[in-house]
């Protein structure tokens, strides 16, 4: 039984090259365009979003811890004062950013919150 043509010769070897550059054509269009990604990236993107709304969701309890504290207006006062790069170590300090069940402040958390209390007028 005779091969078809196109699997002859020097048909087979463009045949393999035209396979070859539309595997990879495929691929770079589909990374970069296409919006595909990696495992490890989805995982990564995942873990960031998580942690996004985790600190989302507890910056308002430390925001009240604040506001409840019995010197609250002072401590605006000199949270406002301090410089924007040195408001979440300030907010770590005074223990609003270390939430129930935990024995250390959470950073992120901590930024979050002199965000919302520095924005309140």
Do not use: H
Not at 16 to 39: E, H, K, P, R
């Amino acid at each position: 039984m005779q091969l078809p043509s196109i699997l002859q010769g020097e048909s087979l070897t463009r045949l393999s090259q035209g396979i070859a550059i539309g595997a990879v054509a495929t691929m770079v269009i589909g990374f970069y365009w296409g919006g595909w990604t990696l495992g490890s990236t989805a995982k990564e993107q995942a873990q960031r979003t998580a942690t996004s709304a985790v600190v989302a969701a507890l910056a308002p309890i430390c925001v009240d811890k604040f506001q409840i504290a019995a010197d609250s207006s002072t401590n605006l006062v000199e949270l406002k004062k301090v410089s924007s790069w040195q408001q979440a170590t300030f907010v770590e300090k005074g223990g609003w950013a270390t939430l129930p069940g935990s024995k250390t402040p959470d950073t992120a958390v901590a930024r979050a919150c002199a965000e919302l209390l520095t924005s309140v007028k």
